[in-house]
Antibody, heavy 117, light 107 residues
Framework: EVQLVEAGGGLVRPGGSLRLSCAAS????????MTWVRQTPGKGLEWVAN????????HYMDSLEGRVTISRDNAKNLLYLRVDSLRAEDTAVYYC??????????WGQGTLVTVSS | EIVLTQSPATLSLSPGERATLSCRAS??????LAWYQQLPGQAPRLLIY???YRATGIPARFSGSGSGTDFTLTISSLEPEDVAVYYC?????????FGGGTKVEIK
């Protein structure tokens, strides 16, 4: 059974940084691109970043470029998202998902990041 | 950036009725469109990919159509468990983008 479990969310001060992780199981992690998507409270979905199988090709949401880094450890079946210089508008539930050839076919339950002083 | 516009914002129908949700792209995306369902309090779930392919385990009452710039998600006979927000997403090019969503309610 495919499972994705996010961790690392919580309360962060404006200007701070955090690193989210996503633990993958039930499939060969290194065979798939991976995705991060976020959802601000009461709002819609926002694509954040994608990463290819070996971590050599990254794509980011334009407005986050420069503040966000997606990475992976295929030996540990882990996906990461680091976000720097956090702002109130980064408050959201962050989801990781498996990118299966132009579709995100499995999603984690999400981790909540709250940016507040 | 490719902008996706979904309509209507809210759709209120009775059980058994047909639901038609629209997603319009700001430029040609061929058939690189996916639909996701987000039930209240849950993570999104893939419904349709490649504009019309149903994902594994998705009931046959869900169907997708369209290509180019105009796409439709149809629920042929609305069930109470279909109450959710439905999002389209283009997979044609970077950055990937989602539509604003259509909320489906039961009358």
């Amino acid at each position: 059974e495919v499972q994705l479990v996010e961790a690392g969310g919580g309360l962060v001060r404006p200007g701070g940084s955090l690193r989210l992780s996503c633990a993958a199981s039930g499939f060969t992690f290194s065979d798939y691109w991976m995705t991060w998507v976020r959802q601000t409270p009461g709002k819609g979905l926002e694509w954040v970043a994608n990463l290819n199988r070996d971590g050599s090709e990254r794509h980011y949401m334009d407005s986050l470029e420069g503040r966000v880094t997606i990475s992976r450890d295929n030996a540990k079946n882990l996906l990461y998202l680091r976000v720097d210089s956090l702002r109130a508008e980064d408050t959201a539930v962050y989801y990781c998902a498996r990118d299966n050839n132009r579709r995100d076919d499995y999603w984690g339950q999400g981790t909540l990041v709250t940016v507040s002083s | 950036e490719i902008v996706l516009t979904q309509s209507p914002a809210t759709l209120s129908l009775s059980p058994g009725e047909r639901a038609t949700l629209s997603c319009r792209a700001s430029q040609n995306i061929d058939s690189y469109l996916a639909w996701y369902q987000q039930l209240p309090g849950q993570a999104p779930r893939l419904l349709i990919y490649g504009a019309f392919y149903r994902a594994t385990g998705i009931p046959a009452r869900f169907s997708g159509s369209g290509s180019g710039t105009d796409f439709t998600l149809t629920i042929s006979s609305l069930e109470p468990e279909d109450v959710a927000v439905y999002y389209c997403q283009q997979r044609s090019g970077w950055p990937l983008t989602f539509g604003g969503g259509t909320k489906v309610e039961i009358k």
